[in-house]
Structure formats: structure tokens, C-alpha cells
Nanobody
Framework: QVQLVESGGGLVQAGGSLRLSCAAS????????MGWYRQAPGKQRELVAA???????NYADSVKGRFTISRDNAKNTLYLQMNSLKPEDTAVYYC???????????????WGKGTLVTVSS
């Protein structure tokens, strides 16, 4: 069994900061790319930021310069530092990982259950 558990969400005023974490646990052999997605009410889920196992990053235009994605490969943990938050950043944030389960062939995507970020104006 593999689990991804997000933490760090909450209520913050516009202009504030939050740091999300996502801990992956279970029978993990290796983790390839990891990413943060978000889904606002009434909208489709969208990619916020992604990072490869080697540290190459990719961001949505709407968060460039404000959000920073990072990972600790030794701890199988993903982070998202969110600064200068705006009300439009309000959403449920999901962690995703493309990983190899120990003893199985190939890779598979796993998702966390999400953490709510609410930015008040």
C-alpha cells in the first residue's frame, strides 16, 4: 500500500504565506515526478507545479514567482511554499506522484486526498 498525505492547508489573508507538505509512505521503490494540483469550486483540477526526481521544476503561469516546489528524496516528501497568496488561489490542493511500488513492474500515479487552502481578501 502506498499513501500520499498532504498537510499545511488552512485559512490565510491575502498576501500571506503557507507551506504545504506531502508525505509518501508504503512500499515505495522509487519516485519519479511529483506535483501539486488544485481544484477550486466549480472548476477543473489544474497543475500548479511539478518537479522531477532530478529537481527540474515546472509552474503554472498563475503562480510563477510566488510559489516554490521542492522535494526531499530521502524523506519521500514534497513541499509547496506559497507566498503572496491571492483569493484566487483558494482551492483544494492535491499531491500526486508517479512512482514504482516495490516488487511491481512499471510506474503508477498516486494521489493524496487533498488539503484546503482558503485565502481571504
Amino acid at each position: 500500500q502506498v499513501q500520499l498525505v498532504e498537510s499545511g492547508g488552512g485559512l490565510v489573508q491575502a498576501g500571506g504565506s503557507l507551506r504545504l507538505s506531502c508525505a509518501a509512505s508504503g512500499s515505495i521503490f522509487s519516485i519519479n515526478a511529483m506535483g501539486w494540483y488544485r481544484q477550486a469550486p466549480g472548476k477543473q483540477r489544474e497543475l500548479v507545479a511539478a518537479i522531477t526526481s532530478g529537481g527540474t521544476t515546472n509552474y503554472a503561469d498563475s503562480v510563477k514567482g510566488r510559489f516554490t516546489i521542492s522535494r526531499d528524496n530521502a524523506k519521500n516528501t514534497l513541499y509547496l511554499q506559497m507566498n503572496s497568496l491571492k483569493p484566487e488561489d483558494t482551492a483544494v490542493y492535491y499531491c500526486a506522484a508517479d512512482l514504482v511500488v516495490a516488487g511491481t513492474p512499471g510506474t503508477r500515479d498516486y494521489w493524496g486526498k487533498g488539503t484546503l487552502v482558503t485565502v481571504s481578501s
